[in-house]
């Protein structure tokens, strides 16, 4: 017997570098899901078959013996190995298992792939040992595999790949989770340059030391950007957000996050007929998201792939993570 | 005999679009010069030959007679007209007349060619009937051929084409100019992409009236920008400077004005070494500055080059609009 959990990624809408300091991000689930299987194994190794990370190998109690890939354990594997243990010590439960993970969230591109394996990883573990976890346990567990990525995680990753949705965060003001009644499509743009969300805000924040009035500026219009951009969501005023986006895009160019490929891809989809884009996440890489009506969804993908960029169409996704027995 | 005159293009280094609004703009005279040349004729004819701008052809009294290039009466060819009949006027002299223009700043790059070249007609214009032009004549009649390309331009251009150095313009409050005891020089990139001023200004118009709220906050930082500009020009502070125009080319984009090809001249600068560099004038095509260390400006110029813009190393321009008598 095995169990397979699946959990989304995530896209950021608004809010990403501001929401350090002050005011909303908001952030999507994303219908590309990762997806952990997990059965026992007769022995008490707990083995990652983990390819579409870069690697595969066991723990035989502390010593890592890998099979394929990284020799040395990296984040992405602790966060494996972190997320699993949490499960059984709070389980009360112990077992070898084998852990297999896929995802089609590209990692290190801002999409929360760490969260959303994170979370399924838990998930798959709880549900195999039979513990019967809630959602609150099993978004609480992943954050403690999350903590090892990213050192001081916000908590918005794994609380969107365990309840899906949209969700409002603010520093101080926690989490609100909302839904809406349209169908509301992205195209995202994935620049193929892996970064560091931990390297970018870090030189967001050196900027800010050198010019800590101008930067306060750029914050304040980018909170401002993220409550106007929220009651558009709501509305589904699709060439509000449009503009939204659209001026988000170069407050971030401002403090210094974007990249040739992504501002390209940017144009490209404006161009395409986009009603705005910008890039998501922390930058100096990784992704851009185009808002499009659903006829000219394959115009803004086909511009993005002329700037060699990788087009994925996402839907919001309003499920959340999910088990089910697999034989 | 004849007059030939010269005065030279303009580059804004900090305050595009915010200044239509409010606070300062720090607005830079180049070494790139706009050179007229009058001579008198026997007859009461004015003969343009202006082929840098498109067109050669003479007016006989109202009518236009092309002899190449346009047909039409364009702004360019009306505003040279205008300035040359304003200075006539003003002088009470009259003469048919024989202007040759030539001009090495690019045209509809937002480098102020249309202010140099009536600047320099003015200039040649009056020098030539013996009127004794005032440098605040010279800059008052260019201003009224100005009107005819810019409907209703800031004062700015012709005043630096007529008085050379680095101004200070605010609206109500005028204009200041000043100098720097350093060498202090700049790479243009030009896009190749000819663009209206006024059709970029009613574009962020139009996004200010759909988004007040989020513009204003825009506009605020740019206000920001521009006065700790002007501070870190004054200290000749390369960091700075750098950093203020990374942070306002991004100011820029949120208001809509940039487009790719520009975009990337920027990255490619910042990337070959420049301490910043952002998009100069109105946007939406022209061209952007990069600010680097002597010894870097061929490697920016090379960046740009590649970028299949048109790099032009410039340093700013003490002199003002200057008149000799040629043969």
């Known amino acids: ?105 590209p990692i290190a591109a801002g999409l929360g792939s760490s969260a959303a394996i994170c979370v399924a990883t838990v998930a798959a573990v709880g549900e195999l040992l039979g513990g019967g976890l809630s959602m609150e346990e099993v978004c609480d567990l ?23 949705g949209i969700l409002r965060y603010e520093r101080g003001k926690g989490i609100d989770r909302f839904e809406l009644d349209s169908n509301l499509p992205f195209v995202i743009g994935n620049s193929r340059r892996r970064r560091s969300t931990r390297r970018l805000v870090s030189r967001v924040r050196a900027l800010r030391e050198r010019t800590p009035e101008i930067v306060e500026q750029v914050i304040e219009a980018m909170v401002q950007v993220s409550k106007s951009g929220l009651a558009a969501l709501k509305d589904v005023n699709l060439h509000r957000l449009g503009d939204l986006m659209n001026v988000n895009h170069g407050l971030l160019v401002s403090l210094g ?20 884009a910008k890039l998501t996440g922390a930058g100096g890489g990784g992704c851009m998201i185009a808002l499009s009506d659903i006829s000219n969804l394959e115009n803004v993908s086909r511009a993005i792939r002329r700037c060699r960029g990788d087009p994925y169409i996402v839907n919001i996704s309003y499920e959340g993570v999910k088990t089910r027995r697999v034989n």
Chains 1, 2 share one sequence.
Request: glycine letters at 10%.
């Open 257 to 276: 996050v974007s990249i040739a490929k992504l501002d390209l891809m940017v144009h490209a989809s404006r161009v395409a007929g986009a009603y705005g």
């Open 142 to 164: 992943a954050f403690e595999g999350e903590k090892v990525v990213h050192g001081t995680p916000s908590g918005v990753d794994n609380n969107i790949s365990t309840y899906g």
């Open 1 to 105: 017997m095995a169990v397979e959990a699946t959990a989304p990624g995530k896209a950021i809408l608004f809010g990403e570098h501001s929401v350090v300091y002050r005011g909303p991000a908001v952030v999507l689930a994303i219908d590309r899901r990762a997806r952990v299987v997990a059965e026992k194994r007769g022995d008490d190794r707990i083995f990652f078959d983990a390819l579409d990370l870069g690697f595969s190998g066991y723990f035989e109690g502390e010593t890592y013996v890998p099979v394929q890939g990284e020799i040395q354990q990296g984040r992405r594997l602790q966060a494996l190995l972190v997320s699993t243990r949490c499960t059984m010590e709070h389980l009360d439960l112990k077992s070898g298992l084998n852990l297999t993970v896929r995802s089609r969230i």
